[in-house]
């Protein structure tokens, strides 16, 4: 898959911080509902991010809030 192969590419902190924009450009909130959270997973799951980091960056999004 193309999206894949895209953001292997990325280091960990380019990979951080392309979730990082995603989350903000979606307004998701510091602790999103589980319906909301789940949406958000899938999305970045879709466009090639590994569950982990995206997982990381979730944690990153509600310390920082």
Do not use: C, M, Y
Not at 25 to 39: D, G, I, L, Q, T
């Amino acid at each position: 898959d193309v999206a894949r192969e895209l953001v292997r590419d990325l280091s960990p902190e380019d990979e951080a911080e392309s979730i990082a924009r995603v989350l903000t450009r979606k307004r998701v909130p510091p602790v999103p509902f589980a319906a909301e959270r789940r949406k958000v997973v899938q999305h970045l799951l879709r466009r090639g991010f590994p569950g982990d980091a995206i997982d990381q960056a979730l944690r990153k999004h509600r310390r920082d809030a």
